[in-house]
């Protein structure tokens, strides 16, 4: 069983940076995407980066461009989403994700398993 598991998240202010990491535990899952999604109350759950993890091509949300970075390990098995200047609307749950696809990995159909989610909270 193929499971994602985040930690890392955490309360800061507003203008603040925090790193979330990804492992991915499991037998038998050779990595295509891999992907940051968020969800606020009352919000759909939403695209924050996306790895191709072949190519190393990422994509990421409009709202989080220039301000989060999404990286791996060298052996492919965490993923990390570095966050800087983060803001209150940054504020939700965000969920670490791997999919076996290996196209069009900002979709989040593209998916497979998926992380319980660590909560991340912007105050103003």
């Known amino acids: 069983q193929v499971q994602p598991v985040e930690s890392g998240g955490g309360s800061v202010q507003a203008g603040g940076s925090l790193r979330l990491s990804c492992v991915v535990s499991g037998t038998g899952y050779r990595g295509s995407c891999m992907g940051w999604f968020r969800q606020a109350p009352g919000k759909e759950r939403e695209l924050v980066a996306a790895?191709?993890?072949?190519?190393?091509?990422?994509s990421y949300g409009d709202s989080v461009k220039d301000r989060f970075t999404i990286s791996q390990d060298s052996a492919g098995s965490t993923l990390y989403l570095e966050m800087s200047s983060l803001r209150p609307e940054d504020t939700a749950m965000y969920y670490c994700?791997?999919?076996?696809?290996?196209?069009?990995?900002?979709?989040?159909?593209?998916?497979?398993?998926w992380g319980q989610g660590t909560q991340v909270t912007v105050s103003s």
């Open positions: 790895l191709y993890q072949r190519s190393g091509a990422t």
């Open positions: 994700a791997a999919g076996r696809m290996s196209t069009y990995c900002n979709r989040e159909e593209r998916y497979d398993y």
